[in-house]
């Protein structure tokens, strides 16, 4: 358990161990998330890729693609019109 002081402006110093826990640094974001009445905090930028993964977990096999490497020639093909080669 880690103690944090607040200031009188509202503002909390994250201590190190809880900061090097969840990647952060200097002038990184972090959501303030509530459930169940408990307070909790996480790197917003990992908690971006993680809900990005989980909505795409299961698309490929959705869309057809048996494998990654049948997903990523398509995509490489896919390029190659694009670029016009």
Do not use: H
Not at 34 to 40: A, I, K, P, Q, V
Not at 61 to 69: K, N, P
């Amino acid at each position: 358990m880690e103690v944090a002081k607040l200031s009188s402006k509202g503002q909390i110093t994250i201590p190190v161990s809880v900061r090097n826990a969840l990647k952060l640094k200097a002038g990184d974001k972090v959501v303030i998330l509530e459930e169940d009445g408990r307070f909790y905090f996480e790197n917003s930028a990992m908690l971006a890729f993680k809900r990005a993964e989980e909505a795409f977990t299961g698309e490929a096999q959705r869309a057809g693609f048996a494998t990654e490497e049948e997903m990523q020639d398509y995509m490489k093909e896919i390029r190659r019109e694009v670029r016009g080669y």
